[in-house]
């Protein structure tokens, strides 16, 4: 499988190229040239199949020669060490609980296939890599998780002081080793112009190999197509697939969605379930896409302004809108809306989500009301517990802490504080 660069100004890379690069060097992101097909044994027997099969024959294809069949199976054992509940809530709707793996968010799952796939890679170089990433939160927790003694590989993580939740910062700064936190004394998009500025800086990136950890790259997107057939397994009325609701920031989960049902996986529709940053939700009715500045909400892993996978969305369906439209709504959520599902869930089902899975729930709920004679699920996409003032303040009582948290909590930090300043990165960079 070769990748090309959806600005058209890039060589064609294989797997083991765009997972090294990243971006594109014209800063498009990294596209298969083709989508495969899975083939009908896997959808008809996909019950009697196990899970690290399924999700070895969906990737093999995007991989192709750059990893060797057994490993590529043992990455992706690893990847799904944990398990992928598909959970009833009401009649029609189920939650996908993706917050099973070690910090409690889907992003493990891409985090921990890339993690293995660079790591296999640079065992046969003597080249040293840096992965560098800003994170509002769960991408963070997720990369140093997921990264921790990868040989071959530094990790720095920029985040904005006093802006993630305590879990989160927990999560990002006591692994120590070779993931290295910096606490930035600003806002998450100071953290992101930093990491802007290092990616420009030619001369900097001469003595240092800088790589991005975020859902640009190919080894964390595509491996997000595994819970949408692992989903499919479970789903019990097979001759009526699945309204699939993905809460949504940056586009790159329900992307890898809407790539799988382009390689075969059946799907009734998808919902984008957005929040407050609806640039996607305006899109689908005005044709018009507009970037702008995120506002923060309760769902704050989706406060995102300008979504970088879109593009890829638009790839899968040819830039042809009405074609877009058929297969993809999208709904707008609001904080006091997200309030009050996260309290009727937890009250009429005995069900408790985070922000993210409640906007999800919500949206699908709303389309379902239009379309009755469909069911769903939606991505329970974080465990509540990495969000708690608002999880308690809509349902009046604390959320149950797992073990492996309550004894994370008891950690030492570990971390750099530091001012926006470019030069003061550019000189831990360099050391
Ligand atoms: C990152 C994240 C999202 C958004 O996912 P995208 O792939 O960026 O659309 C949603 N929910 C949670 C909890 C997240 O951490």
Redesign the pocket.
Known sequence: MKYYSTNQQSPLVDFREATIQGQAPDKGLYFPESIPQVDKDLLENIVAIPDEEIASRVIKPYVGNSIPDEKLLSIVKETLSFPIPLVKITGSISSLEL?HGPTL???DIGARFMSRCLGYFLASESKKVTVLVATS???GG?VANGFLDVEGVEVVILYPSGKVSPVQEKQLTTLGRNIKALEIEGSFDDCQQLVKQAFADQDLRNQVFLTSAN?INVARWLP?QFYYFLAWKQWENKSNPPVIA???????????GILANASGLPAAHFIAACNANDIVTEYLQTGQYQPRPAVPTL?N??D?GN?S?FVRILEIFHHQFPKLKSHLSSYRISDAETIDAISNIYRQFNYTA?P??AVGFLALQRYLAEHPEQKGYF?E??HPV??PAAVERATGKPVNMPASLQSLMKEKKKSLFMKPDYDHLRSILRS
Do not use: E, W, Y
């Open positions: 917050f968010a889907f992003k939160g769960d991408t997720a859902s997000q993905v809460p949504s920031g940056n586009f790159g989960n329900i992307c890898a769902s892993a989706m995102v979504p996978n985070d993210h899975g991505l996409t974080a990495k969000f």
